[in-house]
């Protein structure tokens, strides 16, 4: 199992951006997902990209497509999520989790999803 740590998060202004991290410890493999999830007060925990870690295809969901940008550097063991654009509607505590592979069930789902990072507070001022 992978251990998750997400950084990189702080107050922004609308408009703006900000990139935070994914530090990935311990076993990989090519089939590895690395999902990133956002959950504000109040809200269930929303989708918001995933990278398969042995290689560059992704996903987005709805509300931040074109805006965020994930990528991977496996060198590094870290995976990123470059927001643009920010919104206040994006404020959340942003989480990014790991599965063993993208086969069995939607990626987009929590529940498919076996390592959780802490999570980090995203803020976006109006």
């Known amino acids: 199992q992978v251990q998750l740590v997400e950084s990189g998060g702080g107050l922004v202004q609308a408009g703006g951006s900000l990139r935070l991290s994914c530090a990935v410890s311990?076993?990989?493999?090519?089939?590895?997902?690395i999902g990133w999830f956002r959950q504000a007060p109040g809200k269930e925990r929303e989708f918001v990209t995933a990278?398969?870690?042995?290689?560059?295809?992704?996903d987005y969901g709805d509300s931040v497509k074109g805006r965020f940008t994930t990528s991977r550097d496996s060198a590094k063991n870290t995976v990123y999520l470059q927001m643009n654009s920010l919104k206040p509607d994006d404020t959340a505590v942003y989480y990014c989790?790991?599965?063993?592979?993208?086969?069995?069930?939607?990626?987009?789902?929590?529940?498919?999803?076996?390592?959780w990072g802490q999570g980090t507070q995203v803020t976006v001022s109006s």
């Open positions: 989790a790991a599965r063993r592979s993208p086969y069995g069930g939607s990626s987009r789902v929590p529940a498919n999803y076996d390592a």
């Open positions: 311990g076993r990989t493999f090519s089939t590895n997902v």
């Open positions: 990278v398969m870690w042995g290689g560059t295809r992704t």
